[in-house]
Each structure stands twice: as C-alpha cells, then as structure tokens.
C-alpha cells in the first residue's frame, strides 16, 4: 500500500517549457488535491477534484491545468512554465470533500524549479 | 477566504512542553487540524478537533479551541528531538486552508 506518489521528485525547466506532475493514490479515494507550498505562505490549493470525473479551480488555479484521468490517478499540467511557479508541488488525496474524516494524505511533492 | 494565521518559529528545549499557537477568521469552520511536516516530506495528520469541542487530547498532544477569540492551540508534552518539524494549523469549512506553518527546533 504505497498511498499517494508523486512523480517527478525534482524538476528543473526553463521559462516557457511545459510540463504534467503525476500523481497517483491507491486508497480508493473519492477526492484528489494539488497544492503548492511557497516559503511563510503554507500550502495553497491550486485545484481539487470532489468525485472521478469532476475538477474544481482552488485558490490558485492561474497557469495551472488538471485532469483526473481515472479514479487512481490526477495530473497537473503547467503549459507555460514561468518562474513564479517554481514551487514545491503535493498532491494529496481523501474519501471525499466533506466531513472530519476527510483526513487528507499527502504525497511526499515535486520540488520544481523555473528558471 | 479563511485566514489562518500563526507565529513562524519555536525553539524549545528537550524535555519542555511546546506550545504552537494559530488564529482563524472564519467562524464558520467546522473541523481544525494540526499537520506535521518532515524534512523533505508530505504533510502528516497530527489530529483534529471539532468546532464543537473545546479539548482534545491524544497521548502528548492536547489541542485547545477558544471559538470565541478564533484560537487554536497545539501542546506537544515532553518534547523530543523527533518533534523538531513545521506544523501547520489548518481549517476547513468546503475546503482546508493552512496557516503558513510554524518550524519548531527542539534543542538538547
């Protein structure tokens, strides 16, 4: 039982290049989040994805393209890399959207750099 | 959207209780949590509390909600160098949102 992966580690691209984080969980998860982490600013919800099926902007969904591509498995595509989207990326995953038990489990995250 | 607020850093010394302290604006919210983060980790569940309660405690960990003042409190009991990591407060009305995270160093 891995939980959630996340591929790649680490990622260098320059300005303009594109790009899809990988992510995958195998709880049999009904919800599916992507985050990112910037230095005194906590994690920022870039988008969620409630059921198979369906995505949702977050807070900050500007540059940023997600597919939930099956149950298992939720990708986020930066087209247009720019450097203020260098970043630490989670991915994170639960049962679902609502309740206390939506205990939300992490991805151990992409450290993405733009230069 | 909700804000959450908390001090950056903590130092304390092995042995001592850590008090790690975060402050919300929505009333609304109805489950608080406190997350852990490891060196070069993802994000751990530490515990929740619901909006209803005031306390709760789990082994070395008590968490305090005053909903009046919008407070929330983490006390690590003995801490150790194992506890050295950022902990994030975090609040959830439709979605969670988390504070900026305060890094704890546990000194000998």
């Known amino acids: 039982n891995a939980g959630v992966t996340q591929t790649p580690k680490f990622q260098v691209l320059k300005t303009g290049q594109s790009m899809t984080l990988q992510c995958a969980q195998d709880m049999n998860h009904n919800s599916m989040y992507w985050y990112r982490q910037d230095p005194g600013m906590g994690l920022r919800l870039i988008y969620y994805?409630?059921?198979?099926?369906?995505?949702d902007k977050g807070e900050v969904p500007n540059g940023y393209n997600v597919s939930r591509l099956n149950k298992r498995e939720f990708s986020l595509r930066l087209e247009s890399a720019a450097p203020s989207q260098t970043s630490v990326y989670f991915c994170a995953s639960s049962e679902s959207v609502a309740g206390a038990e939506n205990e939300q489990f992490f991805g151990p995250g992409t450290r993405l750099t733009v230069l | 959207g909700e804000d959450v607020e908390q001090s950056l850093f903590l130092s304390v010394r092995e042995g001592d209780s850590s008090v790690i302290n975060c402050t919300y604006t929505?009333?609304?919210?109805?489950?608080l949590y406190w997350y852990k983060q490891e060196p070069g980790a993802g994000l751990q569940l530490l515990t929740y509390i619901f909006s209803n309660m005031d306390m709760k405690q789990d082994q070395r960990l008590t968490v305090l909600l005053n909903k009046k003042d919008k407070h929330l409190s983490l006390r690590i009991a003995d801490t150790q160098t194992g506890d050295s990591a950022i902990y994030f407060c975090?609040?959830?009305?439709?979605?969670?949102?988390f504070g900026a995270g305060t890094t704890v160093t546990v000194r000998a």
């Open positions: 929505d009333s609304s919210s109805t489950y």
């Open positions: 994805s409630a059921s198979e099926g369906t995505t």
């Open positions: 975090a609040v959830k009305d439709y979605k969670l949102s």
